[in-house]
């Protein structure tokens, strides 16, 4: 058989390697779409069952109609950068959140008094509002949706989770997997007041926080108008939390967009990555990959080397001092050997001679008892002789 020629992935022509190949991206968006769209053309042909009020298939939101695409990121080294595992955003030119009918949950520190009345006030976007349908308090929630069944029910009640970058990070065991392995992450918001001096920002002592009045902390939440450029900024958004190992996926698109729309999304989230959550950036990716819910992955771009520094890599690799131990055990281990085996000569010519001595000396031994036998019966056979001579009495 001839050799495939068959290309995964095309590097640019000119200018580093470490760039998208945006054709490459472009080619890998529309064939997937593609196989997603006749997928879902299968499974509305062959699905027989309708509901009580009828076949709702023709949904344009729909989870048929509608289905997540991720881009799968691989690095060369792990994540163990603290402030880059925190859950991030990355601005999107296409919107993942579109539909009129979106259903908003907003999770924010305590009090949730305060985030409610920014949202009832005169100056929040009515149209805005009218799409929050839930403020929940932290505490709330983890007294309210403890169990399993019950975070399951809210992940179902709304379409994005918005969560207070104060408690992002406590949001995960909170939350659970239910949330962290969709596509419902809770994208993180700034509500609170920024305190700045002289154009810079004033960090606030966290123990001042605590002691704080309620009234205080009401005032600590930023302007309306603030509040609701915030939100919208991150409806625009791709939520992002890196996990401590080689891999993470972060949502591009869906099935309705164009492949034009999706290599775009793809394009400002590798920039994204790169430059403010992968370590090295363009040095430590591995691989790009984008994929469907229930599709493989198809790759966009792929490293012809496995390291992330040059420095790192010898030509000429030399005799590591493993190699040298290892050669000094095998050696003291074949000395130790040759001992052993003159050992067992010396011990085994010791017991010949040994074996030879103690047979000579038992020889000896018969003879000495055979040669005392002898003079033994010799001596019995001669006494009745001189015993049997008796004294005649005299009759005179």
Not at 169 to 193: C, D, H, N, W
Not at 334 to 357: F, I, M, Q, R
Request: proline residues 4%.
């Amino acid at each position: 058989m001839g050799s495939s020629t068959t290309q995964l992935t095309s590097k640019v022509a000119s200018g580093s390697p470490y760039q998208l190949d945006k054709p490459q991206a472009l080619k890998a968006s529309s064939a997937l779409l593609k196989h997603i769209k006749s997928s879902q053309d299968e499974k509305e042909k062959s699905a027989t069952k309708k509901t009580l009020i009828g076949d709702d298939s023709d949904d344009e939101d729909s989870a048929i109609k509608n289905e997540a695409i991720w881009l799968v990121l691989t690095t060369k080294q792990h994540v163990v950068d603290k402030n880059r595992l925190k859950p991030g955003k990355i601005a999107l030119p296409h919107s993942l959140n579109t539909s009129p009918s979106l259903s908003i949950c907003v999770i924010t520190a305590d009090p949730q008094r305060g985030v409610k009345d920014i949202i009832a006030d005169s100056s929040f976007p009515q149209t805005l509002s009218g799409r929050i349908e839930k403020v929940i308090g932290f505490s709330k929630l983890k007294a309210r949706y403890q169990s399993f069944e019950s975070r399951r029910q809210l992940f179902s009640e709304h379409d994005v989770f918005l969560a207070d970058d104060r408690i992002a990070m406590r949001l995960v065991q909170t939350l659970g997997k239910i949330f962290y392995k969709s596509s419902k992450r809770p994208i993180p918001i700034r509500i609170a007041e920024i305190e700045k001096v002289d154009g810079k920002r004033v960090k606030k002592d966290p123990k001042k926080n605590n002691n704080a009045k309620e009234e205080d902390k009401k005032a600590s939440f930023a302007a309306p108008l603030i509040v609701a450029k915030e939100i919208e900024r991150a409806l625009n958004c791709a939520p992002v939390q890196l996990a401590a190992s080689t891999t993470a996926s972060v949502r591009v698109g869906s099935s309705k967009f164009t492949p034009e729309q999706l290599s775009d999304n793809i394009a400002a989230v590798v920039n994204g990555l790169t430059e403010k959550f992968v370590v090295k950036g363009w040095r430590n990716i591995k691989a790009l990959h984008i994929k469907g819910a229930n599709t493989m992955a198809l790759p966009i771009w792929l490293a012809s080397e496995l390291w992330v520094e040059d420095s790192n890599v010898l030509e000429a690799a030399p005799e590591t001092e493993a190699i040298k131990d290892s050669k000094k055990r095998k050696s003291t281990g074949d000395g130790k050997l040759l001992e052993e085996n003159k050992t067992k000569k010396t011990k085994s010519a010791d017991d010949v001679e040994e074996a030879a001595s103690v047979a000579a000396r038992k020889e000896k031994l018969q003879k000495l008892k055979a040669q005392a036998l002898e003079d033994g019966d010799t001596s019995k056979a001669a006494a009745p002789k001189t015993a049997g001579k008796k004294k005649r009495k005299s009759t005179s």
